[in-house]
């Protein structure tokens, strides 16, 4: 599939820099395969709360589209596998024993779940097990959405690509809305957490609320553990700064005027006598 959207190796995308290195050594390459997403549009004040807003929204909204996908009995009506015989039980025995292995396995995600289950009266335990794998998922495809910014500038690309973890064919069969098989849809926020190079400490925070929770049931094995540390080897791509200082005490002149050798009067004012050799205009910077 050839698109102006998707980048190639090496690629920098729009608003992206490549490092000063470009094009030599290991470091350059891994920048290439790791690109870093556009520069984002400062947002302050309402524009941020606006964004969280349609972030929660959209969240939102895929969990309900999840909920409803399931046909027959609602998915909040009814509890699938290990959550009834597994998680609730021990949630119910151990609160907030969150950190306990299953199956060779650290469940994280799925024990959370279970222990939001039991605060409730059991008859309604079935629902924080449907909402709870609903909203993963959900929040799995946004994340795809954003961490895939480095390599597919499109934003109508990345919906798709968040839509497609959403609308996953084949998850009406077993994994949609419940807690034991969220763990699948972390896998994909796994995946592009490695990927992903964020800009701020904010991105790297959520990169690593993605990574966490899919690596801990599905810890990397060795041969890919290189792919998860290259671009943490790359660095974070460059922040903005401001633009260079002008005017004399910075060393630089100010933009339209020639800075002339001999005259100490200021520009637009009348020159002081001087010398045909000491009369020199030097091309502006």
């Known amino acids: 599939m050839s698109a102006p959207e ?43 709360w ?4 349609v972030q929660v929204a959209a969240v939102a909204l895929g969990a309900l589209v999840m909920l409803a996908r399931i046909g027959g009995r609602p998915a909040w009506d009814s509890v699938y596998a290990e959550d009834p015989g597994i998680y609730l039980p021990a949630a119910l025995a151990h609160p907030w024993y969150l950190l306990q292995s299953y199956g060779g396995y650290l469940q994280l995600v799925p024990r959370l779940i279970g222990q939001i289950a039991a605060l409730l009266p059991i008859r309604y335990a079935s629902v924080p097990f449907a909402v709870g794998g609903a909203l993963v998922a959900s929040a799995c495809g946004l994340f795809a959405y954003h961490a895939s910014a480095g390599h597919v500038s499109s934003r109508w690309l990345r919906a798709l690509l968040g839509l497609s973890v959403v609308l996953l064919p084949v998850a009406q069969l077993e994994i949609a809305d419940n807690g034991v098989n969220s763990i699948w849809y972390l896998l994909v926020a796994l995946f592009w957490a490695a990927l992903w190079r964020p800009r701020s400490g904010a991105g790297a925070a959520v990169a690593a609320g993605g990574a966490v929770p899919g690596a801990a049931p599905h ?57 045909s050799a000491s009369h020199h205009s030097f091309p502006r910077p």
């Open 50 to 53: 606006a964004f969280l807003l």
């Open 219 to 275: 810890p990397p094995p060795p041969p890919f553990s290189p792919l998860v540390a290259a671009p943490a080897a790359v660095g974070a791509p460059p922040l903005p700064g401001p633009p260079p200082a002008a005017g004399p005490a910075a060393g630089r002149p100010l933009p339209g005027v020639r800075p002339q050798i001999g005259s100490t009067s200021p520009p637009g004012g009348p020159a002081e006598p001087r010398s």
């Open 6 to 48: 998707l980048r190639a190796p090496g690629q920098a995308g729009s608003g992206a820099q490549l490092p000063p290195a470009a094009g030599h050594g290991v470091r350059a390459v891994l920048a290439g395969l790791f690109p870093a997403p556009a520069e984002p549009a400062p947002r302050t004040g309402l524009a941020c």
